[in-house]
Nanobody
Framework: QVQLVESGGGVVQAGGSLRLSCTVF????????MGWYRQAPGIQRELVAR???????NYADSVKGRFTISRDNAKNAVYLQMNSLKPEDTAVYYC??????????WGQGTQVTVSS
């Protein structure tokens, strides 16, 4: 059984930083793209950042220059370094992994709250 386990959410003041981590556990072949999405109350889930197996990245315009996505292929892990956080970054953040053969999997979500 495949499981994505996230950590690193919390409460931080505006201007602060947080680092999210997500690790894929289970019997898998390989991981293609990995990414982070977020969902605020009453708003559709949106892409924050994605990274390919080769390290190419893309970001939502709202986080460019503030957030950095990275991955450790040896650990089946993806990270999101979030700097200069704003109250509008408050949301539940979800990890996503596109697994070879097995398809798309999601983490359980981790709450990020930025106070003004």
């Amino acid at each position: 059984q495949v499981q994505l386990v996230e950590s690193g959410g919390g409460v931080v003041q505006a201007g602060g930083s947080l680092r999210l981590s997500c690790t894929v556990f289970g019997s898998i072949f390989s991981i293609n793209d990995m990414g982070w999405y977020r969902q605020a109350p009453g708003i559709q889930r949106e892409l924050v950042a994605r990274i390919t197996s080769g390290g190419s990245t893309n970001y939502a315009d709202s986080v460019k220059g503030r957030f950095t996505i990275s991955r450790d292929n040896a650990k089946n892990a993806v990270y999101l370094q979030m700097n200069s956080l704003k109250p509008e970054d408050t949301a539940v953040y979800y990890c996503n992994a596109l697994l070879k053969v097995l398809g798309s999997y999601w983490g359980q979500g981790t709450q990020v709250t930025v106070s003004s």
